[in-house]
T-cell receptor, first 113, second 112 residues
Framework: GQNIDQPTEMTATEGAIVQINCTYQ??????LFWYQQHAGEAPTFLSY????GLEEKGRFSSFLSRSKGYSYLLLKELQMKDSASYLCAVRDLGGGATNKLIFGTGTLLAVQP | GAVVSQHPSWVICKSGTSVKIECRSL??????MFWYRQFPKQSLMLMAT?????????EQGVEKDKFLINHASLTLSTLTVTSAHPEDSSFYIC????????FGPGTRLTVT
């Protein structure tokens, strides 16, 4: 089966650092994505990892370990506007499907003053 | 700017009626588009893969006769929710071009 797990909710303080974890078990793997989604809006792309290691983009970084089926999104210098849901998604090529994205349950992050 | 558009952005319809949602790729040709559904406080669930010029591929549990998908051109896919019921009220989102970074803005459907 396919399974992507994230914590349901997290709380952090403005200016701090927060790490959102994602573990996955999928029949195929061709990349892992992180998205930010504000209430009532579509997801916006944050990062993409296909090889092991850390990808950094400004205040956001994402890490991938394929052998462990694990990724995390690191948000630095948190701002109030970072309060949103963060979705982990795996591109799964299992079963002949092309570019299917399987989404995790999402993590609702609340940034407090 | 946005590369995938959806229309309408929101729609309210009565139970039993049909609603059509359009997904357009704005500056590229998309042989494949994806339709997702998101219920409140839940994540995105892939409903179907829309293939230009051929039948859509539906995910397990999604009724193909209820959610009609047409991908007649390289820039347009449509999702028609037939005989809509209140439980179909949801946020419908499309994406294109492998499309990991190209989601449409979504369509909020409310069935009364």
């Amino acid at each position: 089966g396919q399974n992507i797990d994230q914590p349901t909710e997290m709380t952090a303080t403005e200016g701090a650092i927060v790490q959102i974890n994602c573990t996955y078990q999928t029949s195929g793997f061709n990349g892992l994505f992180w998205y930010q989604q504000h209430a009532g809006e579509a997801p916006t792309f944050l990062s993409y990892n296909v090889l092991d290691g850390l990808e950094e983009k400004g205040r956001f970084s994402s890490f991938l370990s394929r052998s462990k089926g694990y990724s995390y999104l690191l948000l630095k210098e948190l701002q109030m506007k970072d309060s949103a849901s963060y979705l982990c998604a795996v591109r799964d090529l299992g079963g002949g499907a092309t570019n299917k994205l399987i989404f995790g349950t999402g993590t609702l992050l609340a940034v407090q003053p | 700017g946005a590369v995938v558009s959806q229309h309408p952005s929101w729609v309210i319809c009565k139970s039993g009626t049909s609603v059509k949602i359009e997904c357009r790729s704005l500056d590229f040709q998309a042989t494949t588009m994806f339709w997702y559904r998101q219920f409140p406080k839940q994540s995105l669930m892939l409903m179907a893969t829309s293939n230009e010029g051929s039948k859509a591929t539906y995910e397990q549990g999604v009724e193909k006769d209820k959610f009609l998908i047409n991908h007649a051109s390289l820039t347009l896919s449509t999702l028609t929710v037939t005989s809509a019921h209140p439980e179909d009220s949801s946020f419908y989102i499309c994406s294109a071009r492998g499309a990991e970074s190209d989601f449409g803005p979504g369509t909020r459907l409310t069935v009364t």
